[in-house]
C-alpha cells in the first residue's frame, strides 16, 4: 500500500481509512467479528482508523479500543467529538467544557493515553471558534492529542479558523472530514481547493455515496425497502438511481465493480488524502480492499465527469451537513413587519 502524508502533519497515512461507524448495535453487535474485521484491515497495510464517541454512544469506541490492544502504536487513530452524547445540554458541542471531558471519556473507552487526530465532528456557531481552538492547544499540549481536525465545516469556517488560530498563536485544524463522492462533487468548489492551500489533509466519508454506488440499490428495486427501514431517503432519490444506472456500465467497461470505481474516483484528486471505508461485515471488506490498487485512466474520470461535472451534486445525501441557515427559517426570513416594501 502507497501511503501518503496526512497535510504537513508529517504523518504516513494509508489512502483507505478504516471507518468504525458500523461497529456495534447499529452495525454489527458482533463485537468479536468487528476485531476480526479491523484485525484484518491492518493486516492488509490499512494504518488509518477513525471512529467517534457518537458511533454507539462509546460502543464503537469500545470495540476499537479491543482490536488495538499491543497494536496501539502502528495505528494512527482518529476520534471525534461534538454530538450529544445525553440529554444534558453542555454534553455536547464545541465548548472548552466539554471537548475536555469527551476526549477524556473517549481515551478510556479506546483504552489509550492519546489520539493520533482529534477532530470537531461539526460546527458550532454558538461557541466562538477561539475557544474551541483554545481547549484543543491545551489539549495538544498535555500530550493527549497529537494534530486535530474538522469534520463537515464550510470553506469559510476553515478559512475564519486559520486567521483565529494564526492571529491568536493557537494550534492550527491540520485535517478536514467532508462528504464526498461521485454523487457528492460539491466539495471540489471551495473545500478542497482551501485544505490544499492551508495544507490541510482530509478524509472523505461516504465515498459510496451512503450505499448507491454499491450498485444494491437500482431503480424498482430494494431502495423504498431501505428507505422505509432506515430512512435513507437518497437511496430513492430517483436522480441519483438514474444516475447510477449511468455509472454501472462505465465501469463494467472499465472492468471493475462499482465500487471499486467509486473508491478510485475519490482518492485520485490531488486534494484527498484518505477515503473512509466502512464496512460492517468481513464480506464487504474484502470487496473493498480487493479494489486498493485501482487507478483511473484519464478516459474513465473524463466519462465520470460528463456524467456528473466537477463542483456538483445529484440529489443530497441524507446525512450531510447543513447550517443552521439553512436549517431554521427564522435566520432566513425577515420578521413579519420587515417584509412590507417601503
Known amino acids: 500500500m502507497q501511503y501518503r502524508t496526512l497535510g504537513r502533519t508529517g504523518i504516513k497515512v494509508s489512502p483507505y481509512c478504516l471507518g468504525a461507524m458500523m461497529f456495534g448495535a447499529q452495525g454489527n453487535p458482533d463485537h468479536d467479528e468487528s476485531v476480526r474485521i479491523i484485525h484484518k484491515a491492518l493486516a492488509a497495510g490499512v494504518n488509518f482508523v477513525d471512529t ?3 458511533y ?3 460502543e464503537s469506541e469500545e470495540i476499537v479500543g479491543k482490536a488495538l490492544k499491543g497494536r496501539r502504536d502502528d495505528v494512527v487513530l482518529a476520534t471525534k467529538a461534538h454530538l450529544p452524547m445525553g440529554d444534558d445540554p453542555n454534553r455536547q458541542g464545541n465548548s472548552r467544557r466539554w471537548l ?3 476526549l477524556e471519556d473517549s481515551l478510556r473507552r479506546l483504552g489509550t493515553d492519546h489520539v493520533d487526530l482529534f477532530q470537531i465532528h461539526r460546527p458550532a456557531p ?8 483554545s481547549a484543543l492547544t491545551d489539549l495538544v499540549r498535555a500530550g493527549k492529542v497529537r494534530a486535530v481536525g474538522t469534520s463537515a465545516f464550510p470553506a469559510s469556517d476553515l478559512v475564519e479558523a486559520q486567521w483565529v488560530a494564526e492571529r491568536r498563536a493557537l494550534v492550527r485544524f491540520r485535517t478536514e472530514q467532508p462528504n464526498y463522492s461521485i454523487l457528492d462533487r460539491g466539495i471540489e468548489r471551495e473545500v478542497l481547493p482551501v485544505c490544499e492551500r492551508y495544507g490541510m489533509g482530509t478524509l472523505v466519508w461516504s465515498p459510496l455515496a451512503g450505499g448507491m454506488l454499491t450498485g444494491r440499490y ?5 431502495a423504498d425497502t431501505f428507505r422505509g427501514t432506515y430512512g435513507f ?3 430513492a432519490d430517483e436522480r441519483r438511481l438514474d444516475t447510477v444506472e449511468r455509472l ?3 465501469a463494467e467497461k472499465a472492468g471493475m465493480p462499482l465500487t471499486h470505481m467509486a473508491l478510485a474516483f475519490v482518492i485520485s484528486h490531488p486534494g484527498v488524502t484518505s477515503a473512509i471505508i466502512g464496512p460492517r461485515t468481513m464480506e464487504q471488506l474484502d470487496d473493498l480492499l480487493a479494489g486498493a490498487g485501482t487507478a483511473l ?8 465527469d460528463a456524467i456528473v461535472p466537477p463542483g456538483t451534486e445529484v440529489g443530497r445525501l441524507d446525512m450531510a451537513y447543513d447550517p443552521p441557515a439553512i436549517l431554521r427559517p427564522g435566520l432566513r426570513r425577515r420578521a413579519p413587519q420587515e417584509r412590507v416594501a417601503a
Open 56 to 58: 454507539g454512544h462509546g
Open 233 to 235: 431517503r437518497h437511496l
Open 297 to 304: 485512466g484519464d478516459d474513465v474520470l473524463d466519462e465520470i
Open 52 to 54: 467517534a464517541d457518537i
Open 218 to 222: 437500482r431503480k424498482g428495486r430494494e
Open 248 to 250: 454501472l456500465p462505465l
Open 126 to 133: 454558538d461557541t466562538d471558534i477561539e475557544e474551541t481552538l
Open 100 to 102: 475536555v471531558r469527551a
